[in-house]
């Protein structure tokens, strides 16, 4: 799979290596574990799903962020970036990169489910064209709402 020099700085999206698993593990943990114990066995278990791709963004070489797409059924199952790395665009390139590979895939469309209250996430998301379908009432084991979401890839926007 090719990867996207994304950024004129040292921020590169590539495919997963196994060398990322800590880092990529820690950023699992910390990113997620609000909404459940056992955050990076979940992300383990869902790397190692059928179909499932996961995208890397590394900064200088060091991941900082990944993606995991499900390339038969169009769902994005997860992204999170570092905390340390947050609101400097990574979470956005993830994104820009996912979109693109769906696209090569001839996907039509993408769905992702996140938490009601997770402003960041809905904010970036919805910056990309992802559209609100429906609301699923304590759909996290800690007990959060979520929402489904939707981004049509038909149109060129
Ligand atoms: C969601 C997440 C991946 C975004 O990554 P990121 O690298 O910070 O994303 P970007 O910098 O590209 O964009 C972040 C957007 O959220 C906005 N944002 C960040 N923190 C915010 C906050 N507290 N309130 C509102 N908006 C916020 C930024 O302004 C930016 O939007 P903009 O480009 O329109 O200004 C990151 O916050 C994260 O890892 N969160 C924990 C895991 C998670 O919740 N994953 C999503 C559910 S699967």
Redesign the pocket.
């Known amino acids: 799979m090719a990867s996207f020099i994304a950024m004129a700085s040292s921020v590169r999206i590539r495919g997963y290596r196994r060398a990322d698993e800590r880092v990529v593990h820690a ?1 699992a943990r ?3 574990e609000e909404y459940g114990a056992g955050a990076e066995q979940h992300i383990a278990r869902l790397m190692a799903r059928r179909h499932n791709y996961t995208w890397v963004a590394t900064l200088d070489r060091q991941a900082a ?1 990944f993606a995991i797409l499900n390339a038969a059924s169009g769902s ?1 199952d ?6 340390e ?11 820009d990169a996912v979109i693109r590979d769906a696209r090569a895939r001839r996907l039509t469309e993408l769905q ?4 009601q209250s ?4 809905l ?2 998301f919805q ?1 990309v064209g992802f559209e609100i379908l429906e609301r699923r009432r304590r759909f996290y084991r800690a007990g959060q709402d979520a929402v489904v979401l939707r981004r049509f890839l038909s149109d060129d926007s």
């Open positions: 950023i910390d990113g997620f962020g994005l997860a992204i999170a970036v570092a905390a790395h947050r609101g400097s665009g990574i979470g956005g390139l993830l994104l992702l489910v996140t938490a997770n402003v960041a996430a904010s970036l910056r």
